[in-house]
């Protein structure tokens, strides 16, 4: 008994569970830190579509994304992962162009096949509107930005805090919800979510092909031509 006690209390000098209790305490810190920042940022977002769909303006927008922009990029500064665990990366170009550009033709038949190819009727119009490069300008930032912020940072970072399943429908939701006060459709909060959802399975099951340039490429295309 004298040495099972003895070889007991060695151990609890080797391994001291005040050091242990810590780091437990620290990591639980650093996780409620994380949802703080998550909560906190998607409020601030859904005020901010508020603002937006009541005085819409260019240079209102340019200002939201890069406030909003920056203060993600300094987390990442920050963190201990690389920008390539976020998606922010140019490896294989060729590829993510390719995949790109496959994956939107075949949304885009899907979508007329479930929708109506009545719709073609609108493409002209829309050919025109990209003409404008203000339009074209705020179509390439919004699509940057959604894609950085949902299918990119918040996504992986989710995915540290719960598991990919979750991660991938909460975020596609919130990218639906967040941004229904910029215009107040039902048809668009749907589109939105399945898209966003779409997107985020791709980053989630090929990330080496689908990162923020092929998922922003994507977007753009989507955006100018469905």
Known sequence: HNTFFMEFSSLLNYYPMEGFCMKINSTK??????????????????????????????????IHISVFSTLLILYMIKSSHSLKYYGIHLQYPISQIYCSITTFLVLLLLYYQIADFDLWRYHELRLLQALSVSYFFQTLLTAIYIEFVWHCFFLSLLKELTTETFSLIFTSILCGVL???MNFSINLLIQTISFSFVMGYLRCKSPEKFTLFSLTLIHIFWNLLH
């Open 179 to 181: 941004y229904f006060p």
């Open 29 to 62: 810190l650093l996780t409620l830190k994380k949802w703080i920042f998550f909560l906190i940022f998607c409020v601030s977002e859904l005020c901010v579509s508020f603002f937006i769909g009541i005085y819409s303006s260019l240079v209102l927008k340019v």
